[in-house]
């Protein structure tokens, strides 16, 4: 095939037809003009790439950030999906527990008195419940004490990385402050029980981490 | 990217650092003003924080905010009802850039809408084909035929104003 000047439109897009376009470019001065317009076109537009100084707009976007509402942390999702989790666990074992106590328990054990309501499948045992007061109240003590030590890294510090951490201890003590009012109506319920527990541990966690960070910074 | 989803500011910041120089080149080839641009980029980045939480990373950050400003960029030009016009280029000093610089921006607002596009992503801006085509949603093959497009068409467009 003999190549000729409408041919290097096409050429240009197809790498395999270049050796005879470049045959032809050197017999042809307009193929030539062509050919250097198309390599000159894309080094002309590296120059196109704008660069200028806006020092209004970082401040104007971090103004309208601050004006958004903020969105739930993700850790705050990750509870939700494991507080679910445990919830349909629960309910699966309790599902699957009691038709095999009916069958099997003696009935000189199905009244035993430390079972509080049988017919209640969420309660907690007395005995249970002492043993996770027990743990809500070490929990609650040694948060305090952290507590104590991370309240004037928090107070006394204006940063994003201490104003993010109060915000996430108020939610955090803002939840605590609900469970406990929803226990305070049921304090049998192993669900809010299990959603407290996960909450102080959280906010330990929390304390804790700010508190290491604040030794390693 | 984690640091941005707790919410943290500085990680904006740095993410805005990063960024903003070619989301604003970007924008100012799409909406035509500096100002405008500025625009642009400031809704990019409040949508990438609302959005922040559900980004899962199938696309790296800077393309998913790629795609995001092209978005807020026909945005501005739809709410200055600018679609139906080539963008005015008030902000730029024509006088003291080379011929074929001047020529080729003049050219390049004669482009559709896809094939400015490509050119400025990958010519201009030096993104690769994968990228673009993850930005633009369509495949690679596609993006480098839109390329090809395009620079035929400006390389038309010169040759018929004697560049």
Not at chain 1, 97 to 114: D, F, H, Y
Not at chain 1, 126 to 145: F, G, H, M, P, W
Not at chain 1, 156 to 168: F, M, T
């Amino acid at each position: 095939m003999k190549f000729e000047c409408g041919d290097l439109d096409r050429a240009l897009g197809m790498p395999e037809l270049m050796p005879e376009a470049r045959e032809h470019l050197k017999q042809c001065a307009v193929c030539r003009r062509e050919y250097r317009v198309w390599t000159e076109i894309s080094t002309a537009a590296k120059e196109l790439h704008e660069e200028w100084e806006s020092p209004e707009l970082w401040p104007r976007i971090q103004r309208a950030i601050e004006a958004e509402p903020k969105p739930k942390p993700v850790w705050w999702k990750e509870w939700k999906m494991w507080a679910i989790a445990a919830v349909a666990l629960i309910a699966i074992s309790v599902a699957v527990w009691r038709p095999w106590q009916k069958a099997g328990t003696p009935a000189s054990l199905a009244g035993n008195p430390v079972v509080l309501n049988a017919g209640n499948r969420d309660f907690l045992t007395e005995q249970a419940l002492r043993e996770v007061e027990r743990t809500e109240n070490a929990y609650r003590q040694s948060i305090d004490k952290l507590s104590q030590l991370a309240e004037p890294k928090l107070q006394g510090s204006a940063s994003a990385v201490a104003v993010n951490y109060r915000e996430k201890l108020e939610m955090l003590d803002s939840a605590i402050a609900e469970t406990r009012a929803n226990l305070d109506q049921n304090r049998f319920n192993v669900r809010l029980q299990t959603e407290l527990a996960n909450l102080y541990r959280e906010k330990q966690d929390t304390l804790k981490e700010l508190l290491t960070r604040d030794q390693k910074n | 990217m984690q640091a941005c989803k707790r919410g943290n500011r500085h990680a904006y910041e740095r993410l805005y650092e990063l960024h903003a120089g070619r989301l604003k080149s970007i924008a100012f080839h799409l909406v035509g003003s500096r100002a405008d641009a500025e625009d642009a980029v400031q809704e990019t980045f409040l949508k990438v924080y609302r959005a922040m939480d559900g980004f899962e990373g199938q696309s790296s950050l800077s393309t998913w905010m790629c795609r995001i400003l092209i978005n807020c960029c026909y945005d501005v030009l739809r709410k200055q009802q600018k679609l139906a016009e080539q963008p005015v280029r008030g902000d730029v000093a024509s006088e003291s850039k080379l011929p074929l610089k001047v020529a080729l921006e003049r050219a390049l607002g004669r482009l559709n809408e896809r094939q400015r596009i490509v050119f400025l992503l990958f010519e201009v801006e030096g993104l690769r084909h994968s990228e673009i085509a993850a930005v633009l949603q369509v495949p690679e093959g596609t993006s480098r035929n839109w390329l090809f497009e395009a620079k035929r068409e400006l390389k038309r467009s010169l040759m018929e104003k004697g560049a």
